[in-house]
Every structure is written in C-alpha cells, then in structure tokens.
T-cell receptor, first 113, second 110 residues
Framework: DAGVIQSPRHEVTEMGQEVTLRCKPISGHNSLFWYRQTMMRGLELLIYFNNNVPIDDSGMPEDRFSAKMPNASFSTLKIQPSEPRDSAVYFC???????????FGNGTRLTVT | QKEVEQNSGPLSVPEGAIASLNCTYSDRGSQSFFWYRQYSGKSPELIMFIYSNGDKEDGRFTAQLNKASQYVSLLIRDSQPSDSATYLCAVKGGSYIPTFGRGTSLIVHP
C-alpha cells in the first residue's frame, strides 16, 4: 500500500498567486480530510469528504479556499489568491469505515511571501 | 465547540523512565480516542486507539480511558530518545470528524 500521496512536498509562492495542492488517498478509503497545521493553531480541519461528496467545509477559512474531489482517487485544495497568513503545512488524510483512524500523507509545506 | 486539551509541554523524562501524557475532552458523547506521534517535520502517525474504558496495552505503550472523567492518557514505558516527538490526542464523537489536541512535546534525554 502506497499510503496517502500528496504533492507537491514544498511550495513557495508570492502573495496573490494561485496555489493548488493535490492528494491521492489510499485505495478503498471512502473518507478524505484536508487539515492545516501551524504552530499557533495546531491541526485544523478544513474540509471533509465522504464518498467524494463534501460533508463538512465549515473549517474552510474563506472564499479564497476551495476543495474538490472529482473521483475516489483524487482531491485538490486550491487557494486563490494566496496570502502570507496561509503559510502552513497542509495535510491530507484518508480513512476507511468508521471508526477507523486517519492515515496522513506527508503534507505540503506552503510558504507565501 | 468540541475541545481537546493537552499540555503543550515540553515533558522531559530520562531514558528508561515512564512518560505520562494526558488529554481531556469536552464532548461527553465521544466514542473513539486516538494517539498519534509526530516527529518534527513529519506527518502524524497512529500509535494507539482505544474505544472502551480501561487500559489497552501495545508493547511499551498503554492507553488509558476514563469516560466518566473525560480523559485519556498515554503511558510510554522504558522511554527511549527515539520516542522524542509531539504526541497528538484525537477524539471522535457522533460526527465522523476527529478533533485533535495541539499536542504535547516529549523529550527523552539520555
């Protein structure tokens, strides 16, 4: 099993640019989560998908953030336009049936200058 | 607001000692409890989960759950320098979404 795969591992961009983060969940997992981690706020849930459908997006900070899951093997998190306060590590995680634990990808470290 | 509280630490213990990490939660309906370990610059990895009151042992790790008091703890016996990491407590209630604490930093010194 390849685990949850995220790309890119690192992203450095200038304020105002569009950023797209990608995630491939573990095959057979039907739930996918996007988290953001900072020193100040810890791990924050951004959005949760179940069977490719967004179930809870209450953690998405604002309209600049959007997420899609067009099929069971791919999800994207887009920030447009990016701002310096978006700098963080973004993790994607997937899970099979309840009450299974989450399996995390290696994360994308985003730096917005 | 469902909350999961952990002491940020750092908790410093000598090699070979028992490290005790604690976590409290606010949602009485919580059903599943997880401990993740996160090395610096890495992603969280699951080390223990517990669903029922009492103790659950796995090697050097023991998870303890007390639903009446709303706390869950992780004991690490014979601590090793390689156990130095941040330990995240995650709690899941009736929703499908686990809530994470901010983690406790553990330092095991030789």
């Amino acid at each position: 099993d390849a685990g949850v795969i995220q790309s890119p591992r690192h992203e450095v961009t200038e304020m105002g640019q569009e950023v797209t983060l990608r995630c491939k969940p573990i095959s057979g997992h039907n739930s996918l989560f996007w988290y953001r981690q900072t020193m100040m706020r810890g791990l924050e849930l951004l959005i949760y998908f179940n069977n490719n459908v967004p179930i809870d997006d209450s953690g998405m900070p604002e309209d600049r953030f959007s997420a899609k899951m067009p099929n069971a093997s791919f999800s994207t998190l887009k920030i447009q336009p990016s701002e310096p306060r978006d700098s963080a590590v973004y993790f994607c995680a997937s899970r099979s049936d309840q009450p299974s634990p989450l399996h995390f990808g290696n994360g994308t470290r985003l730096t917005v200058t | 607001q469902k909350e999961v509280e952990q002491n940020s630490g750092p908790l410093s213990v000598p090699e070979g000692a028992i490290a005790s990490l604690n976590c409290t939660y606010s949602d009485r309906g919580s059903q599943s409890f997880f401990w993740y370990r996160q090395y610096s610059g890495k992603s969280p990895e699951l080390i223990m989960f517990i669903y029922s009151n009492g103790d659950k042992e796995d090697g050097r790790f023991t998870a303890q759950l007390n639903k009446a008091s709303q706390y869950v703890s992780l004991l690490i016996r014979d601590s090793q320098p390689s156990d130095s990491a941040t330990y995240l407590c995650a709690v899941k209630g009736g929703s499908y979404i686990p809530t994470f604490g901010r983690g406790t930093s553990l330092i095991v010194h030789p």
